[in-house]
């Protein structure tokens, strides 16, 4: 099993400014990563795939990068709305998806 | 517009037996594989199992294997995952989602129902 390992586990960042957070995958898993959102109360939402192709209506702030085991997902201007939980996923592995822990973004 | 609505999640105790269903609309849903994936309360995300857009291959994490079967009927547009010698580690909220793209492996997830919540305690 491909283990998918996200840090930090909360970062605290203040409205307008960058986040920048971090997924690594234990084995290669070539570009077959994605990024979801989870607000509280709310499904995931697909934010990024294929490392870092936005998914339709994903606004132009959030961009991902990287290939292999490490990956990042960054905002560049942090909107309210944008405080949330955010998880990355391998699809390379199939049938065996996998998840990271997670990343608790709030505000600072 | 792609909608998926989970149901049938309720509270049940250890050793006991469960149907979740998931009913979607909004596209072709006999053209692609459809997941399970369940979040513990306060926890992450863990995938738990995938049909293919036929239904010939089923696919399960280790942690259920040979107590949930997943199942869908393409003439009602209909996913199911039935749940049997649930444990208490069961408990969880139980999303459907949906692959990306039509008939290929090994793409991630697009579109996520609201879940159903499966309490297993007594």
């Known amino acids: 099993e491909i283990v998918m390992t996200q840090s930090p586990a909360t970062l605290s960042v203040s409205p307008g400014e960058r986040a920048t957070l971090s997924c690594r995958a234990s084995q290669s898993v070539s570009s077959n990563l994605a990024w979801y959102q989870q607000k509280p109360g709310q499904a995931p939402r697909l934010l990024i795939y294929g490392a870092s192709t936005r998914a339709t209506g994903i606004p132009a702030r959030f961009s991902g990068s990287g290939s292999g085991t490490e990956f990042t997902l960054t905002i560049s201007s942090l909107q309210s709305e944008d405080f949330a939980v955010y998880y990355c996923q391998q699809y390379n592995n199939w049938p065996k998806y996998t998840f990271g822990q997670g990343t608790k973004l709030e505000i600072k | 517009e792609v909608q998926l609505v989970e149901s049938g999640g309720v509270v049940v105790q250890p050793g006991g037996s469960l149907r979740l269903s998931c009913a979607a609309s909004?596209?072709?849903?006999?053209?692609?594989?459809m997941h399970w994936v369940r979040q513990a309360p306060g926890k992450g995300l863990e995938w738990v199992s995938l049909i293919s857009w036929d239904g010939g291959s089923t696919y399960y994490a280790d942690s259920v294997k040979g107590r949930f079967t997943i199942s869908r009927d393409n003439s009602k547009n209909s996913l199911y995952l039935q749940m049997n010698s649930l444990r208490t580690e069961d408990t969880a909220l139980y999303y459907c989602?949906?692959?990306?793209?039509?008939?290929?492996?090994?793409?991630?997830?697009?579109?996520w129902g609201q879940g159903t919540l499966v309490t297993v305690s007594s």
């Open positions: 989602a949906k692959a990306s793209l039509p008939m290929v492996r090994g793409v991630h997830f697009d579109y």
């Open positions: 909004g596209f072709t849903f006999d053209d692609y594989t």
